[in-house]
C-alpha cells in the first residue's frame, strides 16, 4: 500500500512515479499504466489547485488497483458532480481531462464530495 501527501507540485510527480510503479508490479501492461497515471494526475492536480493540500493512497486489490485521493477543502460543487455523472460536464480549462475523463480512463470513479471533505476513488481491474 502507498500513502503519499499531496502539498505541491513535486508530490504530483512522487504520486506519478509511485503509482506507476505500483501499476507496473500489480502487473499492468503499459498502456494501462499510462492511463491510470494520467487520471490520478488530473485528480491530484485538482487538490492542489482547488484544495491546497491532501494526499493519496493505492493499494493491490484481488482484481487491480485502487487508488483514493482525498482533500479537506472546500468541496466540489454539487452542480459539477451531477454534470460528471450525466457526462455533460465539460472542464473549464480544457487543459487537461478533468475528473470525467478520468472516469473515462478508469474502470470506475466516484466521488464523495462535501465541504472540508472531498474524496475520489478510482478503480482499474487487470
Ligand atoms: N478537490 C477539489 N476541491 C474542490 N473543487 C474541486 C476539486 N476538484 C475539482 N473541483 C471543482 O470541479 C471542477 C471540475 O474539475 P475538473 O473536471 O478537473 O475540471 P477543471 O479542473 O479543468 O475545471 C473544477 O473546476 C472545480 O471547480
Ligand atoms: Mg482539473
Redesign the pocket.
Known sequence: MLKLPIESSSDLVAVRNAVGKLAEEIGFRNAQQVKIITAVS?IVR??L???GTGGCIARRTSRGIRIEVW?S?????VE?IQA?ETGS?V???G??K???GSKELMDSLSILSSPGN?QIFMEMNL
Do not use: Q
Open positions: 488530473e485538482n487538490v489547485n482547488y484544495a482533500d477543502g472546500p468541496g466540489i460543487p459539477t460528471i460536464y472542464s473549464k480549462t487543459m487537461g478533468g475528473i470525467s472531498t
